[in-house]
T-cell receptor, first 114, second 114 residues
Framework: EAQVTQNPRYLITVTGKKLTVTCSQNMNHEYMSWYRQDPGLGLRQIYYSMNVEVTDKGDVPEGYKVSRKEKRNFPLILESPSPNQTSLYFC?????????????FGNGTRLTVT | LAKTTQPISMDSYEGQEVNITCSHNNIATNDYITWYQQFPSQGPRFIIQGYKTKVTNEVASLFIPADRKSSTLSLPRVSLSDTAVYYCLVGDAEIKAAGNKLTFGGGTRVLVKP
């Protein structure tokens, strides 16, 4: 089944403790991206990647890092999480953006930073 | 950036048709218009995509006027399970070396009542 898999689904951590949220897709998609969703603010893009080793900042990249060493994986790294990063996070993938192809989203990771 | 504007919320009743209009005055020549549906605690799900005139699939229709500065998602005969947030998305036409951002608007919360 074609899907985007995020792990974990739920995560509670403390300020400053490094964490990684994994994202994997099995559709051989070139494009991958991370969003955070907060009440009243909709979906905001954190980082995106057009292909392996090619990443760029979205609208809210501060406090986050990403890497794209393999085509199928696009982990989101919080080096020193803070409470304002408490949010619902979604990973998405698609064929190359130049083809305006639809995004496929994972089921989300709810992160709480205390 | 092709930003979008949608109504914040809409109420409807079972069996009625729901029409959601999205404004995108700065849409670029190559941009498609894509609509997503999101249920609580789930990732957005692709519904329909179009470039001009009318597109119809098994769940919705999309109407796009000639100037393409707006689009209307039409959900025929809604049921309670259509209660969700609906997002209109128009891709960023500026394709940089590392790809392009994708900015979601605030979405429209549709509540279907019995």
């Amino acid at each position: 089944e074609a899907q985007v898999t995020q792990n974990p689904r739920y995560l509670i951590t403390v300020t400053g403790k490094k964490l990684t949220v994994t994202c994997s897709q099995n559709m051989n998609h070139e494009y991958m991206s991370w969003y955070r969703q907060d009440p009243g603010l909709g979906l905001r893009q954190i980082y995106y990647s057009m292909n392996v080793e090619v990443t760029d900042k979205g609208d809210v990249p501060e406090g986050y890092k990403v890497s794209r060493k393999e085509k199928r994986n696009f982990p989101l790294i919080l080096e020193s999480p803070s409470p304002n990063q408490t949010s619902l996070y979604f990973c998405a993938s698609s064929l190359p953006r130049t083809r305006n192809s639809p995004l496929h989203f994972g089921n989300g990771t709810r992160l709480t930073v205390t | 950036l092709a930003k979008t504007t949608q109504p914040i919320s809409m109420d409807s009743y079972e069996g009625q048709e729901v029409n959601i209009t999205c404004s995108h005055n700065n849409i670029a020549t190559n941009d498609y218009i894509t609509w997503y549906q999101q249920f609580p605690s789930q990732g957005p799900r692709f519904i329909i995509q179009g470039y001009k005139t009318k597109v119809t699939n098994e769940v919705a229709s999309l109407f796009i006027p000639a100037d393409r500065k707006s689009s209307t998602l039409s959900l025929p005969r809604v049921s309670l399970s259509d209660t969700a947030v609906y997002y209109c998305l128009v891709g960023d036409a500026e394709i940089k070396a590392a790809g392009n951002k994708l900015t979601f608007g605030g979405g429209t919360r549709v509540l279907v009542k019995p």
